[in-house]
């Protein structure tokens, strides 16, 4: 069964980066479209970026547009979210979410595998 691992959360100052991992055991991976989602405590899980299968095409939630950058590198199995100029706000728990559908991950249901996520507080 697969299972999607996020690392380097933690603690950035306000205006400062952090780059977030999901290493993937799914394969193969390179048939998966991948995504970030992010849930704030007290409020709903939310998309916050998605990337195709080869890394074609991406997609950002508003609030994070020209400040957050998804990639993967297929041959590491591992996509990452290279967050900067973070915000108070994108304090969250972030999750990796894998689908074989496009379309799914950024619907952000019905999604076939969720990592467990990696916390990232962002202090002013």
């Known amino acids: 069964q697969g299972q999607l691992v996020e690392s380097g959360g933690g603690l950035v100052q306000a205006g400062g980066s952090l780059r977030l991992s999901c290493a993937a055991s799914?394969?193969?991976?390179?048939?998966?479209?991948m995504g970030w989602f992010r849930q704030a405590p007290g409020k709903e899980r939310e998309f916050v970026a998605a990337i195709s299968w080869i890394g074609r095409t991406t997609d950002y939630a508003d609030s994070v547009k020209g400040r957050f950058t998804i990639s993967r590198d297929n041959a590491k199995n591992t996509v990452y979210l290279q967050m900067n100029s973070a915000k108070p706000e994108d304090t969250a728990l972030y999750y990796c979410?894998?689908?074989?559908?496009?379309?799914?991950?950024?619907?952000?249901?019905?999604?076939?595998?969720w990592g467990k996520g990696t916390p990232v507080t962002v202090s002013s």
């Open positions: 979410a894998a689908d074989r559908v496009y379309s799914t991950i950024r619907g952000g249901t019905s999604v076939a595998y």
């Open positions: 799914i394969r193969p991976f390179g048939t998966y479209a």
